[in-house]
């Protein structure tokens, strides 16, 4: 009994002191999702996230303000290319005034590949020209095989030019050209005149340095030039209306040396560029090697052009012009020869229709110019003539006697026309004919590009003095497809009428030709 007594009252006890605690307790809290919670706690962190983000902001400026006023930013660019070398090398001394600046470099195609600063202070092109020949020949036997005739008139295939060039500016008033004509021949093969052998040779062509902006002249160049003379010469072939330049040219100008001499210039336009002039001093030579080495030998050139009627874009215009020269001979020797008006082979395979060679002191050239734009037409025409003075005849006819002053002459007149409706373009700064652009370019869906006929007549007489060094009138048409600014096709037709000595080469050949060019 004693026992149940005591437990019974134990659980009295514990049950009275559990309900005085849930009498004396707060009221439950309700129930609460977990996932309440943790919602509550990442809004509570993005908050904190954001203040502490933009405080952040907020003194990354300050510093960026601090710096700004503190170190000024240098900019990386070719004009501070000798601050380059300053600091690598501290012992190299780096002009620190005078620099063009120059913020980066623009590379860029305009009718071929072009490196320029933004300033225009440095410019670099990369360039060349390939021209790819086929002709076909055909010439009566008297005129091949007679008693001073031309030689076997062989068809052929083969490049004509094969040129790369780098040209350009630095530090805005040094430019430079450096071009080679891989595409040059000279015969490796003595022993038998009769069957010469023809290898190809890199030579310069353009290879120059000059100065722009020189106060009074201009501009000044030196190394190997063009002398300025002949408006079809100080046009590029790659430009050329036809196939080759005239007869007359051949004879007066080219002179062996692919029209480039040693020697500098000066040159300039006047009247709103409606003018020019160019003056040069050269060294007489007849290779195309670019140098010569002789007593004197001197040949001053000089041209003035000027444009009496011209619109704004050149689709109408007249060019005047004059060119003149005197020049001492080079080994007291000169050579006047034309070719067929459309080369048949390496240059000492080609048949020459007209040449006679003197001995003499000096020759003075004189060259009229007359070209016009009539919107889609052209007429080009020169005329050329050549005193030789003191001269004594070596070839057709060896002779020790003195023939005083021999007059030789020649020239050309060509008329052209774009089926097309563009029009020649014209460079005023060197008063020249510039790169055709055709309306649209070839292309196998839209684009025919450009179409231009074109007749030449072209004549040249070394007939003087009892030297009969022969006549020739040339009629050549031709077809021009511009397929871009930077390609064409040629195709050229040419019957020449030969007059030579005594009569037994007389005749006519005539020939076929086409060429396909590129330049860029």
């Not at 560029?273 to 002789?294: A, H, I, Y």
């Not at 000089?302 to 444009?307: C, D, N, S, V």
Request: hydrophobic share 40%.
């Amino acid at each position: 009994m004693s026992n149940l007594r005591r437990l019974f009252l134990t659980g009295v006890c514990c049950a009275t002191l559990w309900g005085g605690s849930l009498l004396s307790a707060e009221p439950p809290m309700p129930f609460v999702p977990q996932f309440q919670t943790e919602n509550s706690d990442v809004t509570q962190r993005l908050d904190q996230l954001q203040q502490r983000l933009e405080r952040l902001e907020a003194e990354n400026g300050q510093l960026k303000q601090s710096l700004h006023l503190t170190v000024e930013p240098q900019e990386v660019t070719p004009a501070n290319a000798e601050d380059w070398n300053a600091n690598l090398y501290p012992s190299s001394a780096a002009p620190t005034s005078g620099q063009p600046s120059a913020s980066e470099w623009d590379i860029h195609w305009r009718n071929g590949v072009w490196f320029e600063s933004k300033d225009k202070a440095f410019k670099l092109h990369v360039g060349g020209r390939t021209q790819i020949d086929g002709a076909w020949v055909n010439a009566e036997d008297d005129v091949q095989f007679g008693a001073g005739g031309i030689g076997a008139a062989n068809d052929a295939v083969n490049f004509r030019r094969g040129r790369f060039a780098l040209e350009g500016l630095v530090w805005d008033s040094v430019e430079f050209n450096f071009e080679w004509d891989f595409i040059n021949t000279f015969d490796a093969q003595r022993t038998d005149p009769g069957v010469p052998l023809a290898a190809n040779t890199p030579v310069p062509t353009d290879l120059w340095i000059g100065l722009t902006k020189v106060p009074i002249i201009g501009h000044f160049r030196i190394g190997n030039l063009k002398p300025p003379i002949s408006f079809e010469h100080l046009t590029s072939s790659r430009f050329l209306n036809f196939m080759e330049r005239s007869l007359a040219f051949d004879s007066f100008i080219e002179g062996g040396n692919n029209g480039f001499r040693p020697g500098m210039m000066a040159f300039d336009n006047y009247a709103g560029d409606r003018g020019s002039w160019q003056f040069g001093l050269f060294k007489n030579n007849t290779g195309v090697f670019g140098w010569n080495v002789g007593d004197g030998e001197y040949d001053v050139t000089g041209r003035m052009t000027y444009l009496p009627w011209a619109t704004d874009d050149n689709r109408c215009l007249l060019h005047l012009g004059l060119g003149a020269s005197h020049r001492s001979l080079d080994d007291g020797l000169v050579r006047y020869r034309s070719r067929t008006s459309i080369r048949n082979g390496p240059a000492v395979l080609h048949n020459i229709v007209a040449q006679a060679r003197l001995a003499g002191d000096r020759q003075t050239l004189l060259v009229p110019e007359l070209v016009m734009n009539y919107d889609s037409w052209t007429l080009q025409a020169e005329y050329q003539a050549s005193w030789t003075h003191n001269a004594v005849e070596t070839f057709p006819v060896a002779s020790a006697d003195p023939l005083g002053t021999v007059f030789f002459q020649g020239g050309y007149v060509e008329l052209l026309y774009f089926l097309t409706g563009e029009h020649r373009a014209y460079d005023r700064k060197q008063a020249r004919f510039d790169r055709v652009t055709p309306h649209e370019n070839f292309s196998w869906c839209k684009g025919g590009g450009a179409w231009q006929l074109g007749a030449r007549y072209s004549r040249i007489d070394l007939k003087d003095s009892g030297i009969n060094g022969s006549v020739v009138d040339d009629f050549t048409a031709g077809l021009n497809w511009f397929l871009n600014p930077n390609a064409k096709v040629q195709f050229n037709y040419s019957i020449a009428f030969r007059d030579a000595a005594g009569n037994t080469s007389d005749g006519s050949i005539q020939e076929a030709g086409f060429r396909v060019a590129f330049d860029f």
